[in-house]
């Protein structure tokens, strides 16, 4: 039977060149509608945690212990990328600022890029592939072992007791590690330029000193909350959204990775301008520096 | 004699996940101190039923009644609050991974019981005490205990808020016969020290025979015509043996019949 072997083969009937555009169409609106329900979704998500947040806190024991896994647990690691951050903007800018002898400005360069940029987006970044997956990864599982219903069947509220902790504590650890990777790059990019490539301490000192300003480090604080926000919501609804089985759990874990490094990037270049339109409001007649 | 107002009533209950449908026009009353069984083969909606009684699932037409009140209804801290008065005993016991078995069993008293931490430990040793449980378990993490010791934490874990209502879901999948007759045992010991009433969804028949009082079977949608009931059976352990439907009667023999050929069909089609 000929149109039972194409049913097998091809998985939908073919219906002509019509009923294949009908086709393609019925599933960019099927994939455009479901889009916007998982916004819709996200956003319900979001308001439920946010609500929870200001009506009961967390546990003591239950906000240190994920604190201390968010927090805590990513300092090695965003200490250690932000020294090497640092280190390779300092490669990276030295040949292009030594043709112009420039060379004892790259501090400048170096602190300005990593407390405005590098710094919150590294400290993101990494916390969204060490601690956003395994929250995503975590929740998954509990959904899938049904451990998230039993919270429920007992009257406890999942939001409350499990997304809440996480989000809290991304949104007030990130700063402290978003400072630790800015450090660390300023101290990695500082060392490589004076004892690497030999340009005066002095020198270098004065003008990065002289490039970089208050508003500077409250500009990567400010990003790094927002990116903290997004990781920790991000990661639990996606771990919360878990499909069955391992492959589920593993999916979660990558999506919430890649949703909210995608997310963080397009908040990033949002909040950039935002923060550029605020200095300019407050102080009109300084210079912006490398604008 | 007047009937006992029941305590659970589903009504005209279909839910829905999607393009599927699971359950369809469900009518059922649970009335106070009953301990039903639902049978039923897998995938035909025993536990989406269960589920959707204690409102972890929202029904897509038709709606629970708990004690007069509309579960789909209840606000989220009136549903909390319902939710204590029940106890829900998982397939795969559920037991939180990152908690030892004693911080498992008193959850439930930390989260609405606060105020009485004093009695706390001695009410959950009495509960573990209850289904066989040495004190040696008590720091154990879930990880650590066989499936039986899983599933009798599980049972302390729902007992241990004293609720009205059992839900158990698959309470003996999984295990050998020698530790499905304790946790046999341990239902129906259940039931006699405490006034609970219980829905046990199971599809082993030795289950719904020693510990139920009243049986109902649910049959996949996938195999009914758009007009059949999906509840085909609703009446004492007895007379489920007895039953006429030929259904029913190779659920309860746990025939096959044409099963295996209709399921080639199926995949043929597919």
């Known amino acids: 039977m000929a149109s039972g072997t194409d049913y097998a083969y091809s998985g939908r009937p073919r219906r002509g060149l019509f009923g294949g555009l009908f086709e393609s169409i019925a599933d960019l609106g099927g994939f455009v509608l479901n889009g916007f329900e998982t916004l819709g979704d996200m956003t319900m998500f979001a308001w439920r945690t946010l609500m929870w947040m200001i009506t009961r806190l967390p546990r003591r024991e239950t906000l240190f212990a994920n604190m201390y896994q968010i927090g805590v647990l990513s300092l090695p690691v965003v200490a250690l990328t932000g020294t090497f951050i640092g280190m390779v903007l300092a490669v990276q800018s030295y040949t292009q600022f030594r043709a112009f002898g420039l060379e004892t400005q790259l501090g400048g360069v170096i602190n300005k890029s990593m407390f405005r940029e590098l710094g919150p987006v590294l400290a993101a970044t990494m916390l ?107 990661s639990c609804y996606r771990g919360f959204h878990c499909e069955p089985g391992a492959e589920g759990v593993g999916s979660a874990a990558t999506t919430a990775f890649v949703q909210s490094f995608v997310v963080i990037i397009m908040l990033d270049l949002f909040l950039s301008i935002f923060l550029d339109e605020v200095y300019m409001a407050i102080w009109p007649t300084s210079p912006m520096l490398f604008s | 004699m007047v009937a006992a107002q029941p305590i659970i009533e589903v009504n005209h209950l279909d839910v829905r996940f999607g393009r599927q449908q699971v359950l369809r026009d469900i009518n059922l009353t649970v009335s106070p101190g009953q301990a039903l069984a639902i049978i039923g083969e897998s995938g035909c909606g025993k536990t989406v039923l269960l589920k959707t009684i204690i409102g972890l699932i929202r029904p897509t037409k038709g709606h629970v009644t708990f004690d007069d009140k509309r579960v789909d209804r209840l606000s989220e801290q009136e549903l909390a609050n319902e939710r204590t008065r029940f106890g829900f005993v998982f397939q795969n016991s559920a037991l939180f991974d990152s908690m030892t078995v004693a911080e498992n069993v008193l959850f439930p008293l930390r989260q609405h019981r606060a105020s009485e931490q004093s009695s706390h430990e001695q009410e959950m040793l009495s509960r573990l005490t209850e289904v066989g449980l040495p004190r040696s378990v008590l720091g154990k993490r879930p990880a650590e205990l066989s499936g039986g010791m899983r599933k009798r934490v599980g049972l302390a874990r729902a007992l241990v808020m004293h609720p009205e209502v059992l839900l158990y879901d698959e309470p003996t999948t999984g295990l050998d016969p020698i530790v499905s007759d304790v946790i046999n045992e341990l239902m129906i010991r259940t039931r006699s020290s405490y006034p609970v009433t219980s829905i046990i969804v199971t599809h082993d028949m030795k289950t719904a025979q020693k510990v139920a009082d009243r049986v109902v079977m649910l049959y996949p949608l996938s195999r009914l015509e758009k007009d059949e009931p999906q509840l085909i059976f609703d009446g004492s352990p007895d007379d489920i043996e007895g039953s006429s439907d030929r259904r029913v009667s190779q659920f309860v023999r746990g025939e096959a019949g044409d099963r295996l050929m209709e399921m080639s069909d199926q995949k043929i089609v597919k």
Not at chain 1, 137 to 144: D, I, K
Not at chain 1, 176 to 203: E, K
């Open chain 1, 128 to 234: 969204a592939g060490r601690v956003g997956s395994a929250m995503a990864a975590e929740l998954g599982t509990m959904r899938v072992t049904e451990q998230i219903d039993a919270l429920a069947s007992m009257g406890a509220n999942p939001i409350q007791y499990l997304v809440v902790p996480r989000f809290l504590s991304c949104l007030l650890l990130i700063p402290s590690l978003t400072i630790m990777a800015v450090f660390m790059g300023v101290v990695g990019g500082a060392g490589y330029c004076v004892f690497i490539l030999n340009i005066d301490m002095q020198h270098y000192t004065s003008n990065a000193r002289q490039f970089v300003e208050n508003w500077d480090l409250f500009y990567g604080v400010v990003k790094s909350v927002f990116f903290g926000a997004t990781i920790g919501l991000v």
